[in-house]
Every structure is written in C-alpha cells, then in structure tokens.
C-alpha cells in the first residue's frame, strides 16, 4: 500500500516518489509519526488506523482536507464492502451527503444522474426523492442545473399527479409561477398568458381562482391592483353583488372587505364607501346598519373609529353619545362615560374632557363603591396620585395625611402602607423625604413596633 504525503509546499514527482519509498518501508504506528502524519488531528489519525486494523484502502480517505466525520463516513462504508463509494469521495460531499448516496447505492438507485458538481445538494436531495417515486417519473425532465430546487420541486410533485410539465420546462419561470401554471393545467386553465404579463404569484392565484370559478376576472386581472384587493373583487363577483362600489383601486383591501360584506349584508354602502374612511371606521358604521341603528350620528369621518364604537354601542343600549364625540372626548374617555351611565353613576363628576380615560376609571370605580371621590376628582392629581387615595379611602385609612399634590404617588404609598400598618406616619410625612428614605423609615417603625 502505498502512502503520498501533501505537503503545502509544491513537491517534484521525484521527491514523492522518493518519500513513498521511505513510507513504505514503515509501519503504520512509525508512519502516523512521521511528516506524512504530522498531517492529521488525532481523530484522524485514529479513524486511518482503525481503518488499517481492518484492511480497509485507507488511501481512499487518508487525505488531511477530509474532515473527521467524512473520513469516518468512507471507512465505514468500506467496511461494508460498498466499494463503489470510492468515486464518489473526492466530490465535495460530507459525511451526511455521502450517507445518502450510498443508501441509494444499496437500493439499486441510479446516483450517477445527481452526483455531480454542478448540483448543489438541495437541488440533489429533489432528484434523490424522483428517484423514490411510487409512480416512476422521469427525474431527467427535471434534473437540470439551470432549475433551482424549489423549481424542480414544483415540477416534481407535477409528475406524481401526472400532469405534462412540458408548458413548464423553462427555468425563467419562478417556482411560484410553475406552481400556478402547473395548478391550472390540473383544471384545462392556461395561467400561461398571464404569467407572462408578469403578474406576481399571488396575484396568479387570485386571477386562476377567478377563472376557476367562472367569473369575469377582467374586472380585477390588472397589475394595479394587489392581490389582496383582487381577492375582495373576486369574492364580491362569486356571490354576485355590484363590486362597482369597491372598484376604485384608491380603496385599500380592507375598505373594500367592509364593503363587500355590507353589500353581502343588503345594507346600505353608499354612507360609508367612501375613501375618507379608513377600514376600522367602515367597520364601526357597517356594524351600525346591520343592527338598525342612525349611524348618521357618528358617520363622521373626523370621528375615530374608537369613537364611533362607543356611540355605537351606547345606541345600541338606548342613548347617545354622539355630543361627547363631537366635543373631542376619545374612545376611551366615552367608554368610561357609557359604563357610568349604564351604572346610574353620576356621571357628571368625571365627564370632562380635563381627566384622561384613566383617571375617569377610578372616579368611577370609587363612585361604584360610594366613596367621597370628590377628594380625589380634581385635576391637581395625576391617576397614579387618584389611585392611592382611593385606595386609602377604600380601605377608611387617614388619607389626609397624605392627599396632598405635592406629595407623589410613590411617597403616598409609603404614607398609605404605613397608615395600614398603624404606624406613627408623622415621623416621614414630608413632601421633603424621598420615597426611599420614606421606606426606611417606615420599616424601622414597623421593626420596632414588633418587638
């Protein structure tokens, strides 16, 4: 057996000739030893002899560029007798790839059509699956460079249906578009045209779906629109209604879905299909006509949606809102106030537009608990500063002691716990001493009262 060093400098055939005589001339444990063994990590050198220990060619994969797991890989298959594997180890496979093309090797499978350099192994992994197909199909249709892997997938599974991929076989064609040129041949529907027109994929899928379903796609088979508005088009034309009043390219996909369903609703579109509103806002007045309700009370288009949610619903519980709206409270300002008048609150404490939404919301939930809000209804205090005297009222605490605005919400809460915990809080109730310190002071009041 003879051993060829490699060496990163360039050697004469001579010289190469000369140390194979020399390393031939040694054993194995002497050779690994030498400058040809200097070559190898440890784990290469151990696969080399544990491949010798089993008269394995370890010429085959005794090369220092193999990594361990390949050289790995070729000695076992070796060692399974699968000398064909020799033809292949040079290729720039690893050991996984050489795995694979061996199993194919064992199952009488025709490897010679994939190994080779200019297939990547995804692209081989496709033809790999060809070759295990129950139905036979010819892999060479589509074992070409030129198509990538996701393209020969696509023309893969179409031989398995048994369709002709023959309109397919140019590799100009994204795999997208093979598919739905490959899903119309499947129904006698020629994408082809429309392919070529440079539709992108999903607006292919609406316009074969369109032709699928019998319906003039002329209205929406234009470039200008996106495939999210020809499907609103398309779906309105399957059920038949007058898409004319969603046409308009202007329209997002999301006005034109409230469109159609309203349409689809028998309700009347022409009060809100309307550019100036957005989506949510066509939303909200949709809603409104199919519960019967005068929407012309909030179909504003200077309304939010969130506020005309909440004139909506409060229409739908018997009163209106809508004044709110039109003075400038928001969504959520108008939610607090319906919630107050559902609960017969005296909604007039908290029902101006100085206290944001939250700050309505604890007004209302000491109303609701009937608690002197009056103490904390003032704007003088933030929601953080409300939130703690309410809890203090809650709770029958002191709050004097602290429901003060120049105290902030976290010194509250100190003042607050220490009044729960019946400590002396004039030791710390200053505006002066930081939270912080109020902590501390607090805790060694606590400790002491224990003792």
Partial sequence: MKYVIINKKKQTKREIRKMNKIYNNLNIDNLIETQWGNQFNEPQKECIKEGLKNNIDVSVYAKPHFPYHKMFAIRKLLGEGLEEIKKYVDLDYDAHQLYAIADDIKANKDVSIYVKP????????????????????????????????????????????????????????????????????????????????????????????????????????KKEYKYKQMEQIREGLERRLDISAYLDKRFESYQMEQIRLGLRNNVDVSIYAKLEYNWEQMHQIRDGLENNLDVLKYAKKEFHSEQMKQVKIGLMKGFDLSSYANNGFVGPQISEIREGIEKNLDISIYAKKEFNWIQMSIIKVGLEANLNVNLYATTKYDYSQMNQIYYGLRDNLDISWYAKPEYTDDQMIEIRIGLKENLDVSKYANPVICSEQMKRIRLELLKESTL
């Fill in 118 to 221: 200019e297939y990547n192994w995804k692209q081989c992994e496709v033809i790999r699956k060809g070759l295990y197909s129950k139905n036979n199909i010819d892999v060479s249709l589509y074992a070409k460079p030129e198509f990538s892997p996701s393209q020969m997938e696509q023309l893969r599974l179409a031989l398995e249906d048994n369709v002709d991929i023959t309109k397919c076989l140019n590799s100009k064609y994204k795999a997208g578009e093979m598919k739905e040129i490959i899903l119309g041949l499947k129904t006698n529907i020629d994408m082809l045209p429309y392919v070529e027109k440079k539709f992108s994929v999903k607006q292919l899928t609406q316009i074969r779906l369109g032709l699928y379903r019998n319906v003039d796609i002329s209205f929406y088979a």
